[in-house]
């Protein structure tokens, strides 16, 4: 073929492989490192479980929360592609300041062209639009946000390392519980090991401009991904620390768990 190499669609066949159910073999390295880069062009479906303590005005509450985060690429033909991640947060809060109860948190929608760089430096950008997350505003702001977002990446043998960002800014709505006014940023390093298991320390901050405060989580996980009957699955096991955070809000250690779902081509 004359089509140029797209670094982000490496072939995902060689010698120590699965088969899958349309017997092309599956390199369990190769996908684990394709789930370590948030804009692969591959489709992934991950259900992501945290854990948080120390809530509220006497810090006794907790709260869970499992995001769906679908990665769906699209083949826009010479390498390019667009790649688009829905993201739905369902929250479970119990005994914060008295209220215990779940809701859903603002469901974001972001999107990235990914043009073919001939490299192993991966980049996108494209537009972001975050929904109000309900009537009630405890689990998110009432606010609509818009704005653009981007991803910046490298690979290097077992590493991937990068950032993902994106600012938003409110477009309407009631800024009561919270605005879209926000600024979102995401280091991450993960190393894959050739049986597939994954290290991952990444950092998921926000910073807002109204409040003119940051919410600085960071993470350590550790991932094994395990092929079962053609349909590789990643298992993901980790801790959190609340660097700083907004007044109530988690304070400490934390706990994360995920599962993804991966469906090479």
Do not use: C
């Not at 603002?106 to 760089?117: D, S």
Request: proline residues 7%; without cysteine.
């Amino acid at each position: 073929t004359n089509e140029p190499l797209n670094p982000n669609n490496l072939p995902e066949m060689t010698a120590n492989t699965k088969i899958d159910k349309t017997n092309t073999r599956i390199e369990a390295e190769e996908v684990a490192k394709k789930l370590a880069n948030p804009v692969a062009n591959m489709i992934s479906v991950p259900f992501q479980y945290d854990y948080y303590h120390g809530i509220g005005e006497n810090k006794q509450g907790t709260a869970q929360t499992l995001i769906l985060q679908p990665v769906m690429p699209f083949d826009l033909k010479g390498g390019n592609n667009l790649i688009v991640r829905p993201v739905t947060t369902t929250v479970w809060e119990n005994n914060v300041n008295g209220f215990s109860g779940y809701g859903l948190n603002n469901i974001t929608l972001e999107t990235f062209y990914t043009p073919n760089t001939n490299s192993s430096l991966i980049y996108g950008v494209g537009p972001i639009v975050v929904t109000p997350s309900g009537s009630s505003g405890r689990f998110g702001s009432q606010q609509t946000g818009a704005g653009i977002t981007g991803v910046l990446l490298d690979r290097k043998g077992p590493w991937t390392y990068g950032g993902l960002i994106y600012q938003t800014w409110s477009v309407g709505g009631n800024g009561t519980s919270g605005t879209q006014n926000n600024f979102y940023y995401q280091p991450f390093l993960a190393y894959v090991t050739p049986t597939a298991w994954t290290f991952t320390v990444v950092s998921q901050s926000t910073y807002n401009y109204d409040v003119h405060k940051a919410v600085n989580p960071y993470f350590l996980t550790l991932g094994k991904l395990v092929v079962h009957d053609g349909l590789p699955v990643n298992y993901t096991i980790g801790m959190s620390y609340m660097g700083t955070t907004l007044p109530g809000g988690p304070s400490g250690f934390g706990g994360r768990a995920q599962i993804t779902f991966a469906f090479p081509k």
